[in-house]
């Protein structure tokens, strides 16, 4: 929308605002909900509007102290990666819409967005900014300063790299470094790690990366060596919250990828898709939680050692002071967002809790993709007092899910408003909602909260059948095979990829193109830059020289012959001369 007419709104909202400052004892009153709740299903007394659609992938927001939402947008062009809206006339619904920001927002994993101390926080994939807020003005006018930048000492991107941001009460920042690896790999030799390769022991990463680092949040043009290592053992962090009850730092980890990919030995299927945990975890000064020498097993309750370090997922972690987590969620769904509510419009059960969004796993396959939804842990003197609960459920709008570009919202970030309305962005199409507690607070109990624990039996939430719920059993396919096993977990099994970090074969310049580059992407892998159907990519590609030539051949036919591909075949002889070429 332009920027005069974002204006003209400005000033009826003040006029509004002056009108309504005038009335003695004037409560604003909540806005109607939309019918269905825009496909939501919340617990009883909860109604939901949606205040804006098809922003684009929209990532984590941040509410203002007069009801303004910022939205953080990934993959947008220079000067349109945040977005700020603003309701004018209380029905709940975005009328301003404006796109702001002049900065390089490059990547898909550019997720900053918070408000703190009058300032507003953002970023791409290694720089953080901020710029001042101006009272009653939906776009800053201040220039924007660089408050970090991360200078890669490994490349020039890597896994894991997002940098959300957290505060405390005492004048300090918090942003997690992400492990540039699933388990330590030497990223010159293996990027992604090949079937039972070690890791490096001891860890050389460990040093800048895999924790949480502290920063005087009074400061600007910090770099990493600024900082103080807070946490270690931590190894990729989207989720995090600073929790103003209890006075401590939170994040939900994410846990570790691919055990029965590099170790089919030693893990099933079914425990790569269920293991390990996603790991709720309070982090103090000085903590360990292991990465990568171990991960926390929440059907065992306890942390085992990784196979890079010779485990076998049952014997116990050889640093017994590594720290449990407070819970442990289902593998790969992905904790995107962590909110402590300390709003006061929400019944009693709410305060003080955490709510967590769950973005949804890409690589639980041959098993239904699971997450998802919105969960919610009740606290009690920096504890869980309760089992967690399914909050907000609907998003993916289908069931089971197959591929992760199946679903249609995938919850991403998480804000509360000044009137303690709790606000769900979504990265797929860029839809936000409102969500709103209509009934009587005093009234509230576990029968509104019934209907929400039966949706635990859905497939995107329940513990799969090791049988029952195999998407592939007894369908093998020639080449497909060798594609469920090492290619869906990023790219789908429709071939579409996951819309963010890894690129669609289907209809792909790549596949359809010289069959020489493709096999060579196989056998070397790709850490770079790049673009596919006119969208850019940035995650590392391992390569995958360990299979057979044969095998390579055959899922790379099988890909150009799928997915609305449709160029020659590859054969074992192209594949052995590309491996020959690669070797000289």
């Not at 990027?191 to 040093?207: N, S, W």
């Not at 270690?232 to 691919?258: E, F, Q």
Request: proline share 6%; charged share 25%.
């Amino acid at each position: 929308m332009h920027i005069k007419k974002a204006f003209l709104y400005e000033a009826i909202f003040y006029f509004l605002t002056l009108i309504a400052f005038t009335q003695c004892n004037l409560k604003p009153s909540l806005p109607k909900g939309d019918p269905g709740n825009g496909g939501l299903f919340l617990p009883g007394g909860f109604e939901a509007v949606v205040v804006v659609d098809s922003l684009g992938p929209a990532r984590h927001l941040a509410v203002n102290d007069n009801g303004d939402i910022y939205v953080k947008v990934s993959r947008s062009k220079r000067g349109e990666g945040n977005v700020a809206l603003r309701d004018v006339d209380g029905d709940g619904k975005a009328d301003s819409i404006v796109h702001f920001g002049d900065y390089d927002n490059e990547g898909g994993l550019s997720n900053c967005m918070r408000i703190h101390n009058g300032y507003l926080y953002y970023g791409s994939e290694l720089v953080i900014y901020r710029t001042k807020l101006t009272p009653g003005k939906l776009i800053p006018e201040s220039k924007a300063e660089v408050v970090l930048t991360e200078y890669d000492s490994l490349r020039g991107s890597h896994w894991h790299i997002t940098k959300p941001v957290s505060f405390d009460d005492q004048g300090h920042m918090y942003v997690p470094f992400g492990a540039p690896s699933n388990a330590c790999q030497d990223l010159v030799r293996t990027p992604g790690g090949t079937p039972g390769f070690k890791g490096l022991d001891p860890c050389p990463q460990l040093e800048n990366y895999g924790g949480v680092w502290q920063f005087d949040a009074n400061k600007a043009g910090l770099t990493q060596k600024d900082g103080k290592k807070f946490a270690t053992g931590i190894r990729s962090v989207v989720a995090m919250d600073w929790n103003k009850d209890d006075k401590n730092l939170y994040v939900v980890m994410h846990g570790r990828d691919d055990l029965h990919l590099l170790w089919p030995d030693k893990f099933t299927s079914w425990q790569s898709a269920v293991l390990p945990a996603e790991e709720f975890i309070k982090v103090k000064d000085g903590d360990n939680f292991g990465w990568p020498y171990s991960y926390y097993d929440q059907l065992q309750k306890k942390n085992v050692l990784a196979p890079e370090y010779g485990g076998d997922g049952k014997i116990p972690a050889r640093d017994s002071t590594v720290q449990l987590p407070i819970m442990g969620f289902p593998a790969h769904w992905a904790p995107n967002d962590l909110l402590f509510y300390e709003g006061d419009q929400f019944p009693e059960h709410y305060k003080h809790g955490a709510f967590i969004a769950f973005h949804g796993s890409t690589n639980r396959s041959p098993y239904p993709q699971a997450g998802y939804f919105v969960c919610f842990v009740p606290f009690a003197n920096g504890q869980p007092s309760g089992e967690w609960e399914v909050f907000a459920d609907g998003f993916a709008g289908v069931d089971p899910i197959v591929n992760t570009s199946d679903a249609v919202y995938r919850p991403m970030g998480l804000a509360v408003g000044p009137d303690g309305s709790l606000y769900i962005s979504d990265s797929q199409k860029g839809k936000i909602w409102r969500v709103m507690y209509k009934g009587d607070k005093n009234k509230f109990s576990k029968d509104q909260l019934a209907a929400m624990e039966k949706r635990k039996l859905n497939s995107n939430i329940r513990m799969p059948d090791e049988t029952k719920d195999n998407l592939y059993k007894d369908k093998p396919i020639p080449g497909s095979q060798v594609y469920n096993s090492y290619c869906v977990f990023c790219h789908q099994r429709n071939g579409k990829g996951d819309g963010s970090r890894f690129p669609p074969l289907d209809s792909s310049e790549w596949v359809n193109g010289d069959k020489k580059i493709l096999i060579d992407v196989v056998l070397n892998g790709l850490n770079s830059r790049i673009t596919v159907k006119g969208k850019e990519y940035n995650n590392v590609m391992p390569q995958h020289s360990f299979l057979r030539d044969e095998d390579i051949a055959q899922v790379l036919t099988y890909i150009r012959k799928h997915f609305n591909n449709n160029p020659d075949e590859i054969t074992r002889e192209d594949v052995l001369k590309a491996r020959k070429k690669s070797a000289d």
